[in-house]
Structure formats: C-alpha cells, structure tokens
C-alpha cells in the first residue's frame, strides 16, 4: 500500500492506485445508549453515513435500520493496530437517544 505522506483527512489517499478523499471514521460509543464501541469491537454497527451504533440497539430497537438516514445498518470493519496507530479513532462522541426510542 502506497500512502501519502503527512495525509490529512481532506486530502485524497492513493491505494493500489485507488484515490479515496476519506477513511472510514471510527466513532467511539453507541449513538442510542451511549455505551462504548472502542475501535477493535465487533459489536459495532453503522449506516453509510457512519451512524455508530452497538450490536443490541441496531439489532433490537432498531431493527437494521438507521433513526437518521433509514439506511441499512451493517457491522463496522475493524480497523489494523497498525492502521490505528497511523489513523485513529475519533474521540467525539454522538448521543442521539430521541431517534432510538422504540
């Protein structure tokens, strides 16, 4: 893998030849109840556009679906500790319990 060096999230990445503008972000806990995803958890799901949210919410309150976008919610890609390092995880938390009542 070919990375630019000192990328930042608004520059564009080159892969294998593949220009990507962003990576994937990391969000760090449940958007319904607020519980903690951290980055290497298989119990992280989210939406195309990133809503985070943990295996019991997306799968029990709200049924695969997103409250935000009514996207399908599918389990998040666990990132590399290697990646991790070089690319972290977002510290910033969402809470949105009032789209999560079920």
């Known amino acids: 893998m070919l990375f630019r060096a000192g990328w930042r999230h608004s520059l564009p990445l080159r892969v294998l030849g593949y220009d990507f503008a962003t990576m994937l972000l990391v969000k760090p806990?449940?958007?319904?109840?607020?519980?903690?995803?951290?980055?290497d958890s298989r119990h992280a799901w989210i939406c195309s556009f990133e809503c985070t949210f943990c295996s019991q919410c997306a799968t029990g309150r709200l049924h695969g679906v997103c409250p935000n976008c009514d996207g399908e919610l599918v389990r998040r890609p666990v990132r590399s500790p290697g990646a991790l390092q070089q690319y972290p995880a977002s510290r910033e938390r969402i809470f949105k319990p009032r789209g999560c009542l079920s």
């Not at 806990?29 to 980055?39: A, D, H, I, V, Y």
Request: proline letters at 18%; one cysteine or more.
């Open 29 to 39: 806990n449940c958007e319904c109840c607020n519980g903690n995803l951290p980055p």
